[in-house]
């Protein structure tokens, strides 16, 4: 049994990592992307440790991440990329892997899914990389992991086989984005989104690209549910 694993899952950080420069304003960067509460509550419906950390300013206080690190030793580090915050995860990935060499990287979101074989190629401390929509792909993997499975199966996954980059099928995106738990149960935030997706086709924008131009909708009763689990604790 490794270091933060018991018998009811994983130890997992998902982590919202900072920018290599710091940005005339940071609102678009400040805010923990939402996905990362989809995954962890959908970690924590199946047993799992998960604590979400927004790091997106942590780089003026690095002994913080190493205490964190040796503190939690988890088993798992789930990092969300855009192309600006590439490399603080990055950096935290090689902290996190000096610090617990057998802990699992993976890197997730727009910057990694478009840039899946650069980061492969040059970043070992990478382990993994979820294209597209993460949370089955993550919950497969985990589950992988814990029964010292291999995950060579799991789509939408990028992994290293045999020392060579191989990247699964993508995976077909949910029908019913109602299924995955509400993450209003296991933690508070104060954005919300009602649908996944876009429809439209922007020159300058990855979602064409990332969400294919689909749109998919919670019901009214799933979103008014969030709006007022989160209100009952003051949001």
């Known amino acids: 049994m490794r270091g933060g694993q018991n018998e009811t899952g994983m130890k997992i950080f998902l982590i919202n990592p900072y920018c290599l420069e710091e940005r005339i304003t940071d609102y678009d960067v400040r805010v923990v992307p939402i996905g990362l509460y989809y ?58 892997k000096e610090l617990l060499p057998d802990t699992r990287i993976v890197f997730g979101g727009p910057g990694a899914t478009f840039l899946w074989r650069h980061l492969m190629d040059n970043f070992p401390e990478i382990d993994f990389i979820i294209k597209g929509e993460g949370e089955q792909t993550f919950l497969e993997l985990v589950e992988c992991l814990q029964n010292e499975k291999s995950p060579d199966h799991v789509s939408g996954l ?39 997706g876009c429809p439209y086709n922007c020159t300058f924008c990855g979602s064409p690209t990332f969400w294919k131009r689909r749109v998919r909708f919670h019901s009214p009763e799933y979103f008014v549910d969030q709006l007022e689990l989160l209100h009952s604790r003051g949001i």
């Open 39 to 96: 995954i962890g509550a959908l970690l924590r419906e199946h047993g799992h440790e998960c604590t979400i950390l927004n790091w997106f300013d942590i780089q003026s206080r690095p002994h913080e991440i190493r205490e964190a690190m040796l503190q939690h030793r988890p088993d798992i580090i789930g990092l969300s990329i855009l192309h600006a915050n590439r490399w603080g995860g990055i950096d935290i990935a090689r902290t996190a």
């Open 158 to 196: 990028v992994l290293r086989r045999n020392g060579r980059v191989v990247c699964n099928p993508a995976r077909e995106f949910m029908q019913d984005i109602d299924s995955l738990p509400n993450p209003a149960r296991y933690f508070s935030f104060q954005h919300v989104v009602s649908s996944r």
